[in-house]
């Protein structure tokens, strides 16, 4: 009897498991490959600023994992506002400083909750989406380590991916986090893009 009341129990344990381990997993998208374009510009208060920015990103989303790599190869000069203060010389295109980045995060952590993603307070605004957080993998600056980063590496970096009822994904921001070196070059506000492409991740 006491044997049958422990398998009972087991088999209960096991059910209730398995039930919450799919609750869980659908809480969770499919894996999925995301890429787009990031055009933005920084701050005018950074050296050489403000930088105009344009770039291209991917991002794979490990479906229940919790996990997702990020990646970004981005090209920045001084913007035609810096005609006016002094960074620039309009008849040296030499002069805007044209450098690139490449942004690397891998593994970063996954919250699918957009809560505090910048673009759910745009006009007009997002509605849901899902975000990611993690000390970047890699910080380049014209190929090498960029100048302002730390050894080892210390930016943190919040990835939100959010969109609405007609595109699900359709907006990207990029914020480094406060204490992040790479605010020196960044700026502390949400750099923009979009979305262009969305498709099931099968590795």
């Known amino acids: 009897m006491h044997f049958r009341t422990r398998n009972l129990a087991t088999a209960a344990l096991i059910v209730g498991l398995s039930t919450l381990n799919f609750v869980a997993a659908a809480q969770a998208p499919p894996p999925v490959h995301l890429t787009g374009l990031i055009n933005d510009y920084g701050p005018s208060n950074v050296k050489g600023g403000p930088y105009e920015m344009h770039g291209t990103w991917s991002l794979d989303l490990h479906g229940h994992s919790g996990t997702a790599d990020f990646s970004a190869a981005m090209a920045m000069e001084t913007s035609d506002y810096g005609t006016l203060n002094g960074n620039v010389t309009p008849s040296d295109p030499g002069s805007r400083g044209a450098h690139t980045h490449h ?100 590795d």
């Open 103 to 202: 942004i690397v995060l891998r593994d970063a952590t996954v919250s699918f909750d957009a809560t505090g993603c910048p673009d759910l307070m745009a006009n007009p605004a997002t509605k849901s989406g899902f975000q990611i957080t993690g000390t970047v993998s890699l910080m380049t600056g014209n190929g090498n380590v960029a100048p302002f980063e730390t050894t080892p590496l210390s930016s943190r970096l919040q990835i939100c991916v959010t969109g609405a009822s007609e595109v699900e994904f359709s907006n990207i921001t990029l914020v480094f986090l406060a204490g992040s070196p790479a605010i020196k070059h960044f700026g502390p506000y949400p750099i923009h893009g979009v979305v262009l492409n969305r498709r099931a991740n099968h």
